[in-house]
């Protein structure tokens, strides 16, 4: 039976790697020159390097169950520190941080500190669903906690204001311990997962076809067309999963029941743009430093989990850029986060520097996310979905798009029997 994948992002090849272990003829077309999708890696002085920052949190089980089983056991694990920065001054970010906080007042840190501890300690949000994270936050911390630390970081990494973001889930958030957990960076980059999960495929006798967008996939004849070196090329497939943007596939699909993709369409995407920079010195011991008064969101520090070349580097980032920024040209970009990063370190100095975009970095979770979130089947029997656009509450990781990969695998399995 032929599966045709769309999308060799983690969520695509590992679906693929399973479904192809199991004896379906499996293809997956992936439109860019290389694999990897959001953690595609680009390549200075023959180092492979993620183009949008990517480490693994502690909590990332399948990952890190992924990462064994394809034989990567050296990994990189380091305490890192996080922090933020507020009219050029860093401060630390942890759950005892609050009382270094010279922009908050008494009552704020001691009403901080006691929200820490109720993140740490609590594992049952169920009395919160329901409502929106600007209300529950401004009651627990008060307006200016909730605005100053909870807004800004929200709006920086998700794109949406605390009112768009359901309170339960930021609360199970918090006590995941991003902030103050171990982190997790494979020696060998992120690059030797993708091409270990692309291998799996082809010895098992699938096909991993790169530089291959998919144009058009007609439903109701089992029929997708790609572009292969400025030629459409059609071919036969029983069964497509897509992991691809829902918008790439509302494009090309023919077939899809209109009320079907009426509801595809509500699901949003945020943008990504993120300058990576090459320099000599260290900036800071900071990891993840969030910032709230400069052109991007951020900067990771990515010496601080893996100082692994000959060469410091950190990707400056910026979700939800707006329009203005988002059309300004790569050059222009990166003039303006290096200068706004040179505010904050003043000795820092660009040896090299990328800039990537992406037009979906993530869906927008949004608190009304789960009322019209798709399942991993559609109503065609020939059309499954897989990715982090299917994952919620669960948000966007490596973790769940391997997650979702393994779970369209399993539905496909059962539908279809294993062939082998
Ligand atoms: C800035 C940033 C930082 C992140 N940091 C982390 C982190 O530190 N840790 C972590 O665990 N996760 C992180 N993530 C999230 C993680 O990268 C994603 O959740 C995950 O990679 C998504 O995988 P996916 O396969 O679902 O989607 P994608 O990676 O988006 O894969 C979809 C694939 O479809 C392909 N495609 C698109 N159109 C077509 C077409 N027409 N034909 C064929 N193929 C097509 C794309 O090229 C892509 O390869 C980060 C994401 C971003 C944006």
């Not at 501890?117 to 669903?129: G, H, P, R, T």
């Not at 171990?182 to 060998?188: A, S, T």
């Not at 993708?194 to 991993?208: F, M, P, Y």
Request: aromatic share 12%.
């Amino acid at each position: 039976m032929k599966v045709a994948v769309i999308g060799g992002g983690l969520s695509g090849l590992m679906a693929g790697r399973l479904l192809s272990e199991s004896g379906f003829e499996v293809k997956v077309f992936e439109a860019q020159k290389n694999c990897g999708g959001l953690v595609a890696s680009f390549t200075v002085q023959s180092f492979r390097i993620p183009i949008f920052y990517h480490h693994i949190f502690s909590h990332d089980e399948t990952t890190l169950k992924v990462v064994k089983e394809l034989g990567i056991t050296d990994l990189i694990k380091r305490k890192i520190k996080m922090g933020l920065n507020l009219n050029s001054k860093s401060y630390p970010i942890s759950y005892f941080s609050a009382p270094f906080w010279d922009f908050l007042s008494f009552s704020d840190k001691i009403r901080f500190g006691l929200l820490a501890a109720q993140v740490k300690m609590k594992k049952d949000w169920s009395d919160i669903e329901g409502i929106n994270a600007e209300v529950w936050l401004n009651k627990t911390v008060g307006k200016n906690v909730a605005r100053k630390i909870f807004g800004n970081i929200m709006r920086e990494k998700y794109g949406l204001p605390l009112s768009r973001i359901s309170a339960s889930e930021l609360a199970e958030r918090l006590g995941e311990e991003e902030a103050t957990g171990l982190f997790y960076y494979p020696k060998d980059g992120m690059d030797g997962m993708v091409s270990r999960l692309v291998e799996s495929i082809e010895s098992n006798g699938g096909e991993v076809k790169t530089g291959s967008p998919v144009t058009r996939v007609d439903l109701n004849n089992n029929k997708i067309s790609s572009r292969e070196n400025g030629k459409q090329k059609t071919e036969e497939a029983d069964i497509i999963i897509n992991t691809a943007p829902l918008p790439v596939l509302l494009r090309a699909a023919k077939g899809l029941p209109a009320a079907y993709a009426e509801k595809l369409k509500k699901i949003k995407y945020c943008r990504n743009i993120c300058v990576d920079i090459g320099y000599r010195e260290k900036l800071s011991d900071y990891y993840w430093l969030n910032c709230f008064d400069s052109a991007f969101g951020g900067i990771i520090e990515h010496t601080n989990l893996a100082d692994i070349y000959p060469f410091k580097m950190a990707w400056i980032f910026k979700y939800a850029p707006s329009e203005q920024l988002w059309n300004m040209s790569d050059e222009n970009v990166a003039k303006l986060f290096i200068r706004d990063a040179q505010k904050i370190y003043p000795r820092l100095e660009a040896d090299w520097c990328r800039v990537f975009r992406s037009e979906h970095a993530s869906p927008l979770y949004d608190i009304d996310y789960g009322k019209f979130m798709p399942g991993y089947e559609t109503p065609l029997k020939n059309l499954f979905l897989s990715g982090v656009a299917l994952t919620y509450p669960k948000i966007r990781t490596m973790n769940t798009a391997l997650a979702s990969g393994i779970k369209v695998a399993e539905i496909v399995k059962e539908k279809y029997g294993k062939r082998n």
